[in-house]
């Protein structure tokens, strides 16, 4: 199982490049086509079928870079509703803490997920980047440490990882899916249901 260990490290740590706030180095790599390509090749290795054309965008770098900007901001950062936060937490029961005044809330950050991703990172020395303070829990974090898990743990803890982090992604899509008329994340967020899907499927998460 190594080979499919290492080659699903890195779709996961490809695909979690994809929710970071796009930037130049970001946008040459797809105007390359090396996100298309690098993702081509290990879906095949996979045998995940999934139409991933989208992610390639023609043009000079500064034309996509500034088109990933005009899609990624109001799709996945606002500020203006309705848009799509990449965050565990915003699709989930705030808490299920006994009491709690927003146990059952949804919609809001640093909820019970986002605590089991802080007890996790410092359990292993890992800093949660400035960027991601107020949102241990987003995608992008969630895509790296799996990857991290796929090459040093157990095929039981990232089951479990998977299991318990990742069963929002549906709900996330669909909202993508009703939001956004961009190809692009569109197309990106199907490729990350299907392949998680496939990784349930290899672990036996039902």
């Not at 743990?153 to 961009?182: R, T």
Request: hydrophobic share 40%; net charge negative.
């Amino acid at each position: 199982m190594k080979k499919i260990d290492n080659t699903s490290a890195e779709i996961y740590r490809t695909l979690s490049e994809i929710y970071k706030e796009p930037d130049m180095p970001f946008a040459e790599a797809v105007c390359r086509g090396d996100l298309y390509d690098v993702l081509n090749t290990y879906l095949k290795e996979l045998k995940i079928e999934a139409s991933i054309e989208d992610l390639k965008i023609a043009g000079e770098t500064n034309e996509v870079f500034e088109r990933l900007k005009s899609e990624y901001y109001p799709l996945f950062v606002g500020p203006v509703p309705p848009f799509a936060l990449p965050v565990e937490s915003v699709y989930k029961e705030w808490t299920a803490e006994e009491g709690a005044i927003l146990s059952k809330q949804k919609g809001l950050l640093m909820g019970d997920s986002a605590i089991d991703m802080i007890n996790i990172y410092k359990a292993e020395g890992i800093e949660v980047p400035p960027a991601f303070n107020a949102m241990p829990d987003h995608i992008t974090l969630l895509l790296e440490y799996t990857a991290h898990l796929c090459e040093s743990a157990s095929q039981d803890e990232q089951k479990k990882f998977i299991s318990d982090h990742f069963d929002w992604l549906p709900d996330f899509g669909k909202d993508v899916f009703s939001l956004s008329k961009s190809k692009f994340y569109r197309c990106a967020v199907d490729v990350t249901l299907k392949f998680i899907q496939n990784e349930r499927q290899i672990l036996e998460i039902y």
